[in-house]
């Protein structure tokens, strides 16, 4: 059986690199390949009890099942790092002693599969594939160089640093902004500055603090826009917005009633960061009070559940209607409504 093993801290970036990957095993489109494809149970199963865990039992049987239709069957498990110690052990045997010639495809981002089964991947010369660009300099150079070397566009010396230095360490945004040109120059195309630049703009740059200074200030309008531009030409993923929105929030609510806690550095010391972001948590979290924090969390938390998959509303649109409403819970007469999840409708 061969096996593939995908690493990765962004979700973003593994997604992309299973994609590729995908896209080479399931070889020509007028081939027929069967990919059958498994993740945790959601919070729609009906089994509460049972959300994010996997069952076992149906990747088993398709790992050792002969496919039908074609040569091979692709089973792909997302989220792999939720299996459990007992199921990757199951897992395992199957890719150690392999029933078919079934390909075995596993997608981990952030947490690792457990060492078993990615031993068991690497001694049987599965592959494995780290889709993050590394911690120095030398190995994210490495893995740019890759990245545009596929790309059906080719920047020149001068436009590669312009993009080198636009994205910084959000890797995630590379392939957003590739794709941008292909589709607004066509394939082939060597890319200039002057043809780069324009793509970019001052808007795609925008920082996280933009958002959650609007935010704060109770400016809606702003805060959107300030999502908009980090949404389009800043590429950032819906999911990474809301994580910075996340964290902004969750420490106003470690600071919430924490007498000790009387200046910048007494915030910055229990939220571990730079005085200046802590002092203005600590600020917002006394302007706003227990009530209004629980309550952006409990909006953070339905916007959570709606981008992955409870309404069909577009990622776009639900962050939208999510940073609007933490930007109205700012606003000096603003109460706490009741509980209601982001993007849901009245009855």
């Known amino acids: 059986m061969n096996s593939f093993l995908l690493n990765g801290s962004d979700a973003s970036l593994v997604?992309?690199?299973?994609?590729?990957?995908?896209?080479?095993?399931?070889?020509?489109g007028d081939l027929f390949t069967e990919i059958e494809e498994y993740a945790p149970a959601d919070e729609?199963?009906?089994?509460?009890?049972?959300?994010?865990?996997?069952?076992?039992?149906?990747?088993?049987?398709?790992?050792?099942?002969?496919?039908?239709?074609?040569?091979?069957?692709?089973?792909?498990?997302?989220?792999?790092?939720?299996?459990?110690?007992?199921?990757?052990?199951?897992?395992?045997?199957?890719?150690?002693?392999?029933?078919?010639?079934?390909?075995?495809?596993?997608a981990a981002g952030g947490k690792a599969v457990p060492q078993g089964l990615s031993k068991a991947v690497k001694a049987t010369g599965g592959k494995v594939i780290d889709a993050d660009p590394g911690r120095n300099a030398r190995s994210r150079n490495d893995w740019l160089d890759a990245h545009l070397h596929r790309s059906s566009?080719?920047?020149?010396?001068?436009?590669?640093?312009m993009l080198t230095e636009h994205i910084g360490e959000d890797?995630?945004?590379?392939?957003?902004?590739?794709?941008?040109?292909?589709?607004?120059?066509?394939?082939?195309?060597?890319?200039?500055?002057?043809?780069?630049?324009?793509?970019?703009g001052d808007e795609g740059a925008?920082?996280?603090w933009d958002l959650t200074d609007a935010i704060d200030s109770g400016d809606g309008?702003?805060?959107?826009?300030?999502?908009?531009?980090?949404?389009?030409?800043?590429?950032?993923?819906?999911?990474?917005?809301?994580?910075?929105?996340?964290?902004?929030?969750?420490?106003?609510?470690?600071?919430?009633?924490?007498?000790?806690v009387r200046t910048a550095d007494d915030a910055a010391a229990v939220l571990a960061m730079s005085s200046f972001p802590a002092k203005k948590i600590l600020e917002q979290s006394r302007r706003l009070g227990h009530d209004r924090i629980v309550r952006g969390v409990e909006v953070l938390a339905g916007a959570d559940a709606d981008l992955r998959g409870r309404l069909g509303w577009p990622a776009e649109l639900v962050m939208e209607v999510a940073v609007a409403r933490l930007a109205q819970l700012s606003r000096p007469t603003a109460r706490p409504a009741p509980a209601r999840a982001a993007g849901s409708t009245r009855r």
Do not use: C
């Open 153 to 161: 566009v080719h920047l020149d010396a001068a436009a590669r640093k």
């Open 15 to 28: 997604s992309r690199a299973l994609s590729d990957l995908l896209t080479e095993l399931a070889g020509p």
């Open 44 to 106: 729609s199963s009906e089994d509460g009890e049972s959300k994010g865990r996997f069952d076992v039992g149906p990747i088993l049987t398709a790992l050792a099942t002969p496919p039908w239709l074609s040569d091979h069957r692709i089973v792909v498990v997302r989220d792999a790092g939720a299996l459990s110690a007992s199921q990757a052990t199951e897992i395992a045997k199957l890719v150690t002693e392999p029933p078919t010639d079934n390909i075995l495809v596993l």
């Open 171 to 200: 890797a995630a945004r590379l392939d957003p902004i590739l794709e941008l040109l292909e589709v607004t120059y066509g394939t082939g195309r060597k890319i200039s500055v002057n043809e780069l630049e324009p793509l970019l």
């Open 206 to 208: 925008a920082p996280p």
């Open 221 to 260: 309008e702003g805060a959107i826009r300030a999502l908009r531009r980090m949404l389009g030409p800043g590429a950032r993923h819906p999911l990474q917005v809301l994580a910075t929105l996340h964290r902004h929030v969750s420490g106003m609510l470690r600071l919430d009633g924490a007498d000790d």
